[in-house]
Structure formats: C-alpha cells, structure tokens
Nanobody, 120 residues
Framework: QVQLAESGGGLVQAGGSLRLSCLAS????????MGWYRQAPGKQRELVARVTSSGNTNYVDSVKGRLNISRDNAKNTAYLQMDSLKPEDTAVYYC??????????????WGQGTLVTVSS
C-alpha cells in the first residue's frame, strides 16, 4: 500500500515560519510530480506549489517569495518551507503525488492533510 503522510502543521503568529513534510511510503518505483494544495474554510482546494522529479517548481502568485517547495528523492519526501506567513495562509494543506509503484501502476495520491493556522 503506497501512501502519503504530511506532518509539520500547527499554530503560528503572522510573520512566522513552518515547515511541512510529506513522506511517500510503500512499494514505490518512481515519483513524478509532487505538490502542495490547500483548502481554506468555505473555499475550493487550490494548488500552492509543485515540484517535478528534476526539481523544477511553480507557485501560485500569492505565495511567491514566501513559500518554497523542495524534495529529497532519496527519502521520497517533499517539503514546503513557509516563511512570512499571513492569516490568509490559514488552511488545511494537502500533499499530492504522482507515483509509479511496483508492480507497475500509476497512482495519483493525496495525504490526509495538515492544518496550518496563522494568527494575526
């Protein structure tokens, strides 16, 4: 069973920092794109940042310069470094991964989500 598990959420004051981690576990052959999405109360889930297997990244405009996505392919882990946090960053953050398993299957997986709360 291949799965994604997030960690690192919590409560932080505006201007503070958090680091989210997403660990992929199970019978993994290769991981293609990994991304972080978020869903605020009453809003649709949105893409925050994505990183390809070669390290190329893209971000939603509202987080550029404050959030940084990275990955460690040897550890099957993606990270989201969140700096200069704002109250509007408050949301449940979900990890997303496009994964080839062994035996060979292609899966798009989601983590269970981790809550980030930024107080003003």
């Amino acid at each position: 069973q291949v799965q994604l598990a997030e960690s690192g959420g919590g409560l932080v004051q505006a201007g503070g920092s958090l680091r989210l981690s997403c660990l992929a576990s199970g019978s993994i052959f290769r991981i293609d794109d990994m991304g972080w999405y978020r869903q605020a109360p009453g809003k649709q889930r949105e893409l925050v940042a994505r990183v390809t297997s070669s390290g190329n990244t893209n971000y939603v405009d509202s987080v550029k310069g404050r959030l940084n996505i990275s990955r460690d392919n040897a550890k099957n882990t993606a990270y989201l470094q969140m700096d200069s946090l704002k109250p509007e960053d408050t949301a449940v953050y979900y990890c997303n991964g496009h994964i080839w398993t062994t035996p060979l299957r292609y899966l798009e997986l989601w983590g269970q989500g981790t809550l980030v709360t930024v107080s003003s």
